[in-house]
């Protein structure tokens, strides 16, 4: 697939010409959907010139121990996140796959949906650190582009922003092209300590997650210890 732009030849006359889609692909568990990941999309569709980003998250990602919030919840805290963003596509394959979900087959099932495209994975330091563990990663390399934005390597469950540093991405033999964004010491994993903790459960968690997504969890309970 292609979208056809005007262009101006030397003498002026307009002539269109083909140029290959963008296509973005940001998978993640969003449990839940973050201010970096928000971040990180944005800084996808601007820097790569995106016609149009997938945001998929995931079903039980064969990576994660952790049982994950059930996926209807995570769904909805998806819109509310990423809603208000422009060419962006709340994609639910891999909720809905049976079975163990890896990124190879929806880059597969996404090619063929955009025949010629350009295909960008969108990542963050740590899954490119990981990425040679990934199921089948020659073939995702072969298929996409990596786009990977740096993370924080210390996050605190206060989200301080002290002493944070980059991930070292040095011995990465991986081509990869970088995203560039502020650092954002924010992890779907100190949202959860933040909300679970009692007394902070008044506390800014806006800061953490976007209003919506805030008022979502205290409305439905998530995260917090039942005990
Ligand atoms: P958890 O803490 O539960 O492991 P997470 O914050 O890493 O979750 P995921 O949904 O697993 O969130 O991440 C989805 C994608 O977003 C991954 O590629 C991850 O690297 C990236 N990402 C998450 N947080 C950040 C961040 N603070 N900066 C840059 N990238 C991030």
């Known amino acids: 697939m292609s979208r056809a ?19 973005g692909i940001f998978g993640g568990a969003f ?15 601007n820097q790569l010139k ?63 949906e955009y025949p010629g495209a350009k295909l960008f994975l969108v990542l963050g330091a740590d899954q490119l650190l990981a990425f040679k563990s990934w199921v089948r990663w020659p073939e995702v390399l072969e298929q996409a582009t990596l786009a990977v934005a740096n993370r ?7 989200g301080a922003l002290d002493q ?3 991930m070292d991405l040095s011995s990465v033999d991986l081509p990869f092209e970088r995203l560039h964004m502020p650092l954002k010491n924010i992890s779907a994993t100190a949202v959860r300590a933040h909300v679970e903790r009692p007394i902070s459960r008044n506390g800014a968690l806006d800061v953490l997650v976007p ?17």
């Open 5 to 23: 732009t005007t262009d101006t030849t030397v003498e002026g006359v307009p002539t269109v010409c083909a140029q290959r889609l963008r296509v």
């Open 31 to 45: 449990d839940p959907p973050h201010w970096a990941h928000l971040a990180l999309a944005e800084a996808a569709l």
């Open 50 to 112: 995106l016609d149009v980003l997938h945001i998929l998250p995931t079903g039980q990602a064969w990576h994660k121990s952790r049982v994950l919030t059930p996926a209807e919840h995570r769904l909805a805290m998806c819109g509310l996140a990423f809603g208000d963003l422009p060419r962006t596509r709340l994609d639910v394959r891999e909720i809905q796959r049976q079975g163990p979900s890896y990124t190879a087959d929806t880059l597969c099932e996404l090619a063929g």
């Open 152 to 158: 924080a390597t210390n996050v605190g469950a206060d």
């Open 164 to 166: 944070v540093q980059e």
């Open 211 to 227: 209003e919506a997504v805030a008022g979502y969890i205290s409305h439905n309970y998530l995260y917090q210890k039942h005990s």
